[in-house]
Nanobody, 124 residues
Framework: QVQLVESGGGLVQAGGSLRLSCAAS????????MGWFRQAPGKEREFVAT????????LHADSVRGRFTISRDNAANTVYLQMNSLKPEDTAVYYC?????????????????WGQGTQVTVSS
């Protein structure tokens, strides 16, 4: 498995921005799709975005499309989530995950490595 460590979370006012990073180590990850998921208290884990192994294909959840952007730098073994126009409903723990495949999708069961999560809190 690949080890994943998220960073960049924090407290921000509504309308603000944050950039999450996910650093990978262990087995090579540049042949795998990567994803971001989130989980708010009392709610189920929710798909946020995914990116293919080469960055050529991305998919964003309807709730974040146009505000969030996933990207990756394979040379740096890092995946990013740029979050703009944040809303209080974006408050959650955000998790980075490595897929078993190379294209990526919204099904969390297709991801076999997970980070510990980073808290994002958006105040109104």
């Amino acid at each position: 498995q690949v080890q994943l460590v998220e960073s960049g979370g924090g407290l921000v006012q509504a309308g603000g921005s944050l950039r999450l990073s996910c650093a990978a180590s262990g087995r090579p990850f540049n042949d795998k799709a990567m994803g971001w998921f989130r989980q708010a208290p009392g709610k189920e884990r929710e798909f946020v975005a995914t990116i293919s192994w080469d960055g050529g294909r991305t998919l964003h959840a309807d709730s974040v499309r146009g505000r969030f952007t996933i990207s990756r730098d394979n040379a740096a073994n890092t995946v990013y989530l740029q979050m703009n126009s944040l809303k209080p409903e974006d408050t959650a723990v955000y998790y980075c995950a490595a897929s078993v495949g190379d294209l990526g999708n919204s099904d969390y069961t297709d991801y076999d490595s997970w980070g510990q999560g980073t808290q994002v809190t958006v105040s109104s």
